[in-house]
Structure formats: structure tokens, C-alpha cells
């Protein structure tokens, strides 16, 4: 049975659990069908951070036009353009084995594509959560909800992996932006 | 509190009026209610709160005869996790509509202190069906969520979305004429609208019997015969029929009934106005003003002889107009099945049909005849014209008279 955390909370990933090393992250969202707008796309994304919380060059954000970070750590695994079906809607997998000694932390974050000329917001999506899944047993470690908090944003952080004295990690922080992916990748020191 | 698209508040009360509010225009819109489970779909039938079924079998939700939508968030039944609103325009491919024709609309919800929140609804292409918002269940509470999204398919699009299968939403084609009528084609002009019509002579002594039976085309007028110094009693008689079961979509909301109301406006010579109707108890009086009283209330169709207002003609000179309508109090607006007839009748006139025979219309309230003093005597006029209210149809024949909700039961 997986952890289902709060908003804010902070779990330990590697400790007491030492041979977790391949994680599948997956991110999943649910939104209605109507017609007369577009489609939504909501796009999950990964950025490889510093100690100073920007990333150490531009191919630290991992995205749907950059699948893999060079050092082979984190991988996405593929854009899903309309969110349908069941289960993960986007998934990540991070090898934390190969992850840079200078990356102290990774975000993961959902956008939504587009979203100003298609005047969509996180209001209009629901069930938005995150997991994260033992790469290796399929055994799911960390489920989070993410709530009814959002309204007007068009970006979600939706929760980190952080390094913590010599272990991983992870913090369910939920927040939203307005400004899409774009927005948040200045943010995070990428020159988009 | 104004809300955007997409936003989510909590709903701190049990009992909330939602309204959609939008300017006067062409567009027939009619708002609904789905009350839907988890998976989004609603148990049955009965889980379709509209016009034709307005009020949910749980005392929630109840649709309201002004469109708005009542609900009482304690009386919910537990399988019901979301409440959807909609609106939908009537006839919307035929006519060319959808809801980019509406600007300046809004939902809003009313609670006990007042409004709670107002919700803009702007920015729609295509869609003839929407989604206004939704009221559902989130940890136990009750929230609103700003939907504003639709679809393109009309009330059937929207009917599949919630689980409801339709098998036929189209109104049922008029009924055959039961005799051969004269042109009714419909003016839209106004100024050709009410054109008059030459009264044909009153009958000579070559011709001793006058015709027992005069059907009124639109915007035609007749003139009552005065009889010696007087006008006898003059009988106004609305019938109707009950609809017939139907196999499709509609059939098991409609059986139900519908309940068609007699009723007039009054001036009189004095400068009076009112109304008469069963609504708020008005039923008039013969020998006192107005001269004019309404028989009970037959709320079926089924008494033979209908609803009946009487005029008295001793008094005919002290009345100046009367505008005869009917609405339709309880079930949706099925002219057709209605198959509404008002008789006039006056000694010594011949009766004077006045066939309820334009359909298609989905408004509530018709007015049917005027009839005007003209020299002691009443011209009669078809006028079979259709309106979202009595309130409408006042302003539209320049009456003015004040109008509130009121109710029989």
C-alpha cells in the first residue's frame, strides 16, 4: 500500500529502502471532453536542479523536446496529446544511480500546452496526481493527490525528488503558477 | 463573488437558486438538471430534471417555470455524487443558433442572504448544449464548479454524455389538420401582423341563418352581434387534449400531463387593468368590475367542457379590451399535443373558433385572442402568439400591469 501524502509532506525514498534505485514517476489527470475548444495536452516535465534551485544548463529541463538528460538519469517517456485512457497519463523514470553529483534535487511539473490561446486553466482539470513506483518491482511507493486547490493556473509543480544526507527524498508540494511551461522554465534558470 | 472558468468554491448553504441569466434574445433556451453518479452518468431517467420532468423524485432539485433551478443540497440522495447544469438552445440546427450568439450571459447562484457567486459565460463557438456548471461532492462537502463548456450536439449530445440514451429527440410532427384550413402562414412583420381584415356583412333577411360556426384565421377579427341593447353573456372556452403515449424519448415525461390555464387581461373604460386567472386566486367577478370571471380550474383536460371565463355584456360598455391567453402551468410546453381550441361564444353570434395551430414554440405562455369594445360591442382577433411569460406578453400588447411568481397549490 502506497503513502498517500498531504500536500507539503515530506517522505524519506531511499531510507530504509536501499536498493530503490529505478523510479517510474507517473502523472495523471483527468478532464472533461466538450466541444467547441480545443483538446487539452497537458505535458509532464523534469528539471534537474542545483543547490541554488536553477538548473546547471539547458538540458537539465527534460521535456517533450528533450526525452532524455544526457547523463541518462531521467527519461521521458513519451508525450500523450490528450490525456485519454486510464491509469498514468505521463511517465518518468529516473535511474537515481546516474543522477550528477551537482543535481540535488529534481522537479516534476505539468503544464498545460498552449494554454493561454486555448484559455485553459488547471480549474478545468481534476484528479491531477503524481506517484512514484519502484521501477524494478512495480510496487507503487508514494501516491499524491493533488486536490481542488487550483483555478487560474496553467503550470503545477507537482512534487520533488531532493537529495537529504546521502538519501532521496520526496516533498509533495502542489503549487501552481500562471505562465505555462515557458514561465516556469525562466524560473528555473532555463533560457526559453 | 465572481468566478473564471474552472474555478471551485465551497457551497456553504442547503438551499441555492441557480439562474442563468442572459439578455433578451431570439434563442429558446431551456436549462436542465443531471444528477450523475460517480462515473458521471445518472442512474436513470427520472435523473433528468427539465421542463418535462421538474422535479427530481428526491425533493433536490426542482426546475422552476422561469428556467431557474432550485436545489437542496440536504436532500440529495447518497448515489449522487455530481449535479450538472445545463442549457441548451431549442431547435438549435434548424434555426442556425448557438451560444456564440449570447453576450453578456452569466450563472448565478442565489442562497438564502442573496447571491453567492457569478459566474460570466462567454467565449463559445460552437457548442448549442453547455454545461453552465456543477454542483458535487468533494470530501464529504458540497462544492461549485465553474464549468462553462459544451458541446455541439445539442440536448442529445449532452443526454450521452450523461448516460442517457435518446432515441428521439425530434418534437412530433404536427397533427393532420381535421379540416381544410385557410392560410396561417405566420407574419413576422409587425406592422403586417395585425392587419386588419375586412368583417364580413351580418347576415340579411335573405339569408335569415347566420353560419353556426366561424374558425378565426390569424389576425382576422369579427364582431360580436349585439342583440337589442345589450350583449348577451359572452362564454370564452379553452380545451385541450392529453397527449398520447408516445414510443421515444419524450414518451415518459410527458405522460404526465399537461395542465393548460384560461386566462385574461383586462382594461377597462375607467383605466383599470388586471388579470384574471387561477394563479393567486383571481377569479374575477361578473357583476362586479372587472365583468369578467374565470370558472374553476380544471387542471386535466379532462372535463369536458375545459376552462371557461365569462364576460358579462350588460356591462360591455364600461370594458375597453381583453386579451384572452393561455399558459401551460404544470409539464412542457407541447402545443401540438395540446391541440389547444378556444371557442367565443355570444347569443346570437355564431361561434367563433380560435385554433391554437402554430407549434414549435417551447415558451409557456400563448396569447390567443383580443377582444376589443368597439361601439358597445367586442371585435374578436386571433392573435396565437407566443411568449416566455405573462409578463412578456403584457409589455408586447403595451398593458402594464406589475407581475410576480405566484402558484395555485
Request: charged share 25%; hydrophobic share 35%; glycine share 10%.
Amino acid at each position: 500500500m502506497a503513502i498517500s501524502l498531504q500536500k507539503g509532506q515530506k517522505v524519506d525514498l531511499t531510507k530504509g529502502n536501499p536498493s530503490l534505485k529505478r523510479l517510474l514517476i507517473g502523472l495523471g489527470w483527468d478532464t472533461n471532453k466538450y466541444d467547441g475548444g480545443a483538446d487539452f495536452d497537458l505535458d509532464a516535465a523534469a528539471f534537474l536542479l542545483g543547490d541554488n534551485g536553477k538548473v546547471t544548463s539547458d538540458e537539465d529541463f527534460v521535456f517533450y523536446n528533450n526525452l532524455k538528460h544526457k547523463s541518462g538519469a531521467v527519461e521521458h517517456m513519451g508525450d500523450n496529446l490528450t490525456g485519454e485512457g486510464e491509469g498514468d497519463d505521463e511517465e518518468i523514470k529516473v535511474d537515481l544511480s546516474k543522477v550528477p553529483p551537482q543535481i540535488t534535487k529534481i522537479d516534476f511539473t505539468v503544464t498545460i500546452y498552449d494554454a493561454e490561446a486555448r484559455r485553459q486553466t488547471f480549474g478545468q482539470v481534476s484528479n491531477a496526481y503524481i506517484r512514484v513506483v519502484d521501477d524494478e518491482t512495480g510496487k507503487e511507493l508514494i501516491r499524491y493527490d493533488l486536490g481542488e486547490d487550483f483555478s487560474v493556473e496553467t503550470a503545477v509543480v507537482v512534487g520533488e525528488i531532493y537529495r537529504n544526507r546521502g538519501e532521496w527524498k520526496f516533498n509533495a508540494i502542489g503549487s501552481g503558477w500562471k505562465g505555462g511551461l515557458a514561465a516556469l522554465g525562466r524560473d528555473y534558470g532555463v533560457n526559453v | 463573488m465572481q468566478l473564471s472558468k474552472g474555478q471551485k468554491i465551497p457551497l456553504n448553504e442547503n438551499f441555492l437558486t441557480i439562474k442563468f441569466q442572459r439578455p433578451d434574445s431570439a434563442l429558446e433556451i431551456d436549462t436542465a438538471a443531471f444528477l450523475t453518479d460517480g462515473g458521471g452518468k445518472v442512474a436513470g431517467d427520472e435523473d433528468f430534471v427539465f421542463y418535462g420532468n421538474a422535479r427530481h423524485n428526491s425533493g433536490a432539485v426542482t426546475h422552476k417555470d422561469d428556467d431557474a433551478i432550485d436545489i437542496d443540497l440536504s436532500r440529495i440522495p447518497r448515489h449522487v455524487e455530481k449535479i450538472s447544469l445545463t442549457a441548451t438552445i431549442y431547435d438549435a440546427d434548424k434555426r442556425r443558433q448557438n451560444f456564440s450568439m449570447i453576450r453578456g450571459a452569466a450563472l448565478k447562484i442565489f442562497g438564502a442572504s442573496g447571491e453567492v457567486a457569478t459566474f460570466p459565460l462567454e467565449n463559445f463557438t460552437v457548442e448549442t448544449a453547455i454545461v453552465l456548471g456543477e454542483v458535487y461532492r468533494y470530501k464529504g462537502a458540497w462544492k461549485f464548479n465553474a464549468t462553462g463548456a459544451g458541446f455541439s450536439g445539442g440536448l442529445a449530445a449532452l443526454c450521452n454524455n450523461f448516460g442517457i440514451e435518446v432515441k428521439d429527440v425530434q418534437p412530433p410532427p404536427p397533427p393532420e389538420p381535421e379540416r381544410p384550413k385557410i392560410n396561417t402562414s405566420r407574419e413576422r412583420s409587425k406592422s403586417t401582423r395585425r392587419e386588419k381584415i375586412k368583417i364580413p356583412p351580418p347576415p340579411t333577411r335573405e339569408e335569415p341563418q347566420p353560419p353556426k360556426k366561424v374558425e378565426l384565421r390569424k389576425g382576422q377579427k369579427i364582431s360580436l352581434v349585439k342583440k337589442g341593447s345589450t350583449l348577451g353573456e359572452i362564454v370564452i372556452n379553452l380545451n385541450w387534449s392529453q397527449p398520447q403515449q408516445k414510443s421515444g424519448f419524450f414518451s415518459r415525461f410527458t405522460s404526465q400531463g399537461i395542465d393548460l390555464d384560461l386566462a385574461c387581461l383586462f382594461e377597462l373604460k375607467d383605466g383599470n387593468i388586471g388579470a384574471v386567472q387561477a394563479l393567486g386566486n383571481h377569479f374575477g367577478s361578473l357583476d362586479y368590475p372587472p365583468y369578467i370571471a374565470l370558472d374553476g380550474d380544471d387542471r386535466t383536460g379532462e372535463v369536458a367542457s375545459g376552462e371557461t371565463i365569462r364576460v358579462n355584456g350588460k356591462f360591455a360598455d364600461k370594458i375597453r379590451r381583453i386579451l384572452i391567453y393561455t399558459f401551460i402551468y404544470r409539464g412542457a410546453a407541447n402545443w401540438e399535443e395540446a391541440k389547444g381550441v378556444v371557442t367565443v361564444n355570444c347569443p346570437g353570434s355564431p361561434e367563433l373558433v380560435v385554433r391554437m395551430d402554430e407549434y414549435g414554440s417551447r415558451k409557456h405562455t400563448c396569447a390567443i385572442a383580443l377582444l376589443e369594445n368597439v361601439g358597445g360591442t367586442f371585435s374578436v382577433e386571433k392573435v396565437v402568439e407566443f411568449f416566455d411569460d405573462s409578463e412578456k406578453m403584457d409589455k408586447a400588447f403595451d398593458w402594464g400591469l406589475r407581475w410576480t411568481v405566484g402558484s395555485k397549490d
